[in-house]
Nanobody, 122 residues
């Protein structure tokens, strides 16, 4: 079975950094695209980063220049490095995987991991 598990969340002050991890099992990472999503209370789940099977990365303007997604296939893990965090980054963060997803479209991902909570205080 395909399984994903996100970890690394926590509480930080504005301007701080966190690195989230998405560990996988049950499929070959380098054939799947991986997306990171977040959902704040009362808001829709939004895509914030994705990495293709060829290593191409994509970010929306809201996080571009602050967040970086990387993949370590040897460790079966995808990371999301988050720098210069802002209070508006507070949310539950999820990773997802699919063979050919539309990067920021949550409906195009079949596999989802558990979330990890990020709280940024001002």
């Amino acid at each position: 079975d395909v399984q994903l598990q996100a970890s690394g969340g926590g509480s930080v002050q504005a301007g701080g950094s966190l690195r989230l991890s998405c560990a996988r099992s049950g499929f070959t990472f380098d054939t799947y695209a991986i997306g990171w999503f977040r959902q704040a209370p009362g808001k829709e789940r939004e895509g914030i980063a994705c990495i293709d099977s060829d290593g191409s990365t994509y970010y929306p303007d809201s996080v571009k220049g602050r967040f970086t997604i990387t993949s370590d296939n040897a460790k079966n893990t995808v990371y999301l490095q988050m720098n210069n965090l802002r209070p508006e980054d507070t949310a539950e963060y999820y990773c997802a995987a699919d063979l050919l997803p539309i990067c920021y479209d949550k409906r195009s991902y079949e596999y989802w991991g558990t979330g990890t909570l990020v709280t940024v205080s001002s």
